[in-house]
T-cell receptor
């Protein structure tokens, strides 16, 4: 069964350091999403790509967060510098196109110390 | 923008009993309502969804109901099993790609 792959699964970093997460969507899925899930809450959308283009990054803290999907396939989410409040699960999801159901990866659990 | 509320935040049931989770949404334009199950350490998994032109949908032990007038929708799990223990999220969307999640319900099924 096709899955959304994310790495690493867990990441511990010191505040002010840079950190990056990687996502490989299901093959053929044009739409890719990055969500942040704070413990005890539902996921919140950070950024949405359609192929290599950003469709929505209105909730992305652009002073420290960046995301790219250069070839329209895999994607990287970066935080620089990391802050204590960035500790959360970062989830990647993909869908065949914008109007179809999204499938989630297992996420990257980030702890900033 | 859309706001989704969910109750209860925690729910414990005996194995074999039914569980009901209720959600409300604020944007009357929302027309797609998915439900996700998240097990510990994993990403959310879609378990059932309903569109606004349908009032009820059932899949084996899981059913969802939608009341568009009241802007309420609910998840019903019958004959609960220990493997149903997880966090359940309701969500609402005008289009599939702008999904707003509720805060989640932690369900515990006691053997």
């Amino acid at each position: 069964e096709a899955e959304v792959a994310q790495s690493p699964r867990y990441k511990i970093t010191e505040k002010s350091q840079a950190v990056a997460f990687w996502c490989d969507p299901i093959s053929g899925h044009a739409t890719l999403y990055w969500y942040r899930q704070i413990l005890g809450q539902g996921p919140e959308l950070l950024v949405q790509f359609q192929d290599e283009s950003v469709v929505d990054d209105s909730q992305l803290p652009k002073d420290r967060f960046s995301a790219e999907r250069l070839k329209g396939v895999d994607s990287t989410l970066k935080i620089q510098p990391a802050e204590l409040g960035d500790s959360a699960m970062y989830l990647c999801a993909s869908s065949l196109r914008q109007t179809t159901v999204a499938f989630f990866g297992q996420g990257t659990r980030l702890t900033v110390v | 923008g859309e706001n989704v509320e969910q109750h209860p935040s925690t729910l414990s049931v005996q194995e074999g009993d039914s569980a009901v989770i209720k959600c409300t949404y604020s944007d009357s334009a929302s027309n797609y309502f998915p439900w996700y199950k998240q097990e510990l350490g994993k990403g959310p998994q879609l378990i059932i969804d309903i569109r606004s032109n349908v009032g009820e949908k059932k899949d084996q032990r899981i059913a969802v109901t939608l009341n568009k007038t009241a802007k309420h929708f609910s998840l019903h799990i019958t004959e609960t099993q220990p493997e149903d223990s997880a966090v359940y999220f309701c969500a609402a969307s005008i289009t599939y790609d702008k999904v707003i999640f509720g805060p989640g319900t932690s369900l515990s099924v006691i053997p």
